[in-house]
């Protein structure tokens, strides 16, 4: 099968590698569609996990082979897979702080070598503790592409808990590319009253166009400022950091109130950053994160996500075959003012009515 290779920085292959072997418990997923997310693409620009491996976690696709025992799915059904599930038992599971479980750091998708997801490939082999309990069925009419975005909503989902928003309070999101624009409606979901700052206007319009009126065009405009004129000077009770810049931490601290809340949710990179403490021992701000999925909140991604509770597909610009992953990856690792959600569509050939979830 073919599949795209990442061999060392930077560089992503189109090679052919064997179809993965399935055994009991697993099931064999044949890929028509997988977001390229940021966090892969961290990865292939810092070199910071070994190589080779095969990326890939946001998949949606139809079940090739279930391996002996596996009762729930049959070849044909239409699912999307979650990469990752904590085992509920550790002490970091039972603190609710799945990402720090070590069965979750465990990745039980893979299209060969270290498992890594392996979406970016034609079939990926799904292990057996995600099939019993990461392994969503897609209903009928509900795309491929809609299907494909369950975990990254799950992760916004997780950063709006977070956040503990009350309805009523006013929220600034600092970023509009395709994750900031879900915290968006999520929050907007949960009550807030939410105002949307990006530097391309492109992405203000999408995010207009999905109800997001209050948009602050940061190329022209002073964020801060603008959220303070908008809140009789004090900042907003909320800002949520949805770009990767560090750069960008200090206006989000300043553009929260006094006892306001900051949350990262972009910065997956280490190093180090000048924050003003008085900030947040006397102003009282808390500046607090989010990362990855969490499984309380499975059953609530699934929903909002085939209840089209938001048209997700809208937010995807750019669709590429398997074959030219790299292009695909390039792009969303530098992402233009025309550039949304990247997804890479092995299933870009398959038949209309498999696409639309109707059985042959
Ligand atoms: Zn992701
Ligand atoms: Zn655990």
């Not at 720090?100 to 503790?129: H, I, L, N």
């Not at 009419?141 to 992760?155: D, K, L, M, R, W």
Request: hydrophobic share 40%; proline share 5%; aromatic share 6%.
């Amino acid at each position: 099968m073919l599949a795209a290779v990442y061999r060392a920085v930077n560089d992503v292959r189109l090679e052919t590698v064997p179809v993965p072997q399935i055994g009991a418990g697993e099931l064999l997923l044949r890929v028509h569609t997988c977001g390229a997310c940021g966090t892969d693409l961290k990865k292939i620009a810092t070199g910071s996990h070994s190589a080779p491996r095969i990326f890939g976690h946001e998949t949606s696709g139809v079940v090739a082979a279930v391996g002996p025992g596996v009762r729930q799915f049959a070849p044909g059904d239409r699912v999307v897979v979650f990469h990752h599930i904590p085992c509920r038992q550790c002490y970091y599971c039972l603190h609710q702080t799945f990402a720090q479980c070590a069965t979750y750091k465990k990745v039980g998708c893979t299209a060969g070598f270290e498992p890594s997801g392996g979406g970016f490939a034609e079939y990926v082999r799904v292990m057996d503790w995600i099939v019993e309990y990461g392994t969503v069925r897609i209903p009928q009419g509900i795309s491929f592409e809609q299907a494909c975005f369950v975990e990254p909503v799950n992760t916004c989902m997780k950063g709006i808990e977070t956040l503990r928003l009350r309805a009523g309070e006013t929220v600034l999101v600092i970023g509009q590319g395709p994750i900031g624009i879900i915290l968006s409606v999520l929050a907007r979901r949960g009550g807030a009253s939410v105002i949307t700052s990006d530097l391309y206007p492109e992405r203000l319009k999408i995010a207009k166009s999905l109800g997001l009126q209050n948009t602050v065009d940061a190329s022209k405009d002073d964020v801060v400022n603008v959220i303070r004129a908008q809140t009789e000077g004090r900042g907003a009770d909320a800002v949520i950091l949805a770009v990767g810049s560090n750069s960008l931490i200090r206006s989000a601290m300043e553009a929260a109130r006094p006892g306001g809340r900051v949350l990262l949710f972009a910065q997956t990179q280490r190093g180090e950053v000048v924050i003003d403490p008085a900030a947040i021992c006397v102003d009282e701000k808390a500046l607090v994160g989010s990362y990855s999925a969490s499984v309380d909140l499975q059953d609530d991604s699934v929903q909002f996500v085939m209840n089209r509770e938001m048209e997700l597909e809208r937010l995807i610009s750019h669709r590429f075959p398997l074959q030219e992953s790299a292009q695909a990856l390039e792009l969303a690792a530098h992402p233009q003012p025309s550039s949304m959600k990247i997804v890479i569509q092995p299933g870009n050939t398959w038949k209309r009515e498999t696409w639309e979830g109707n059985k042959q």
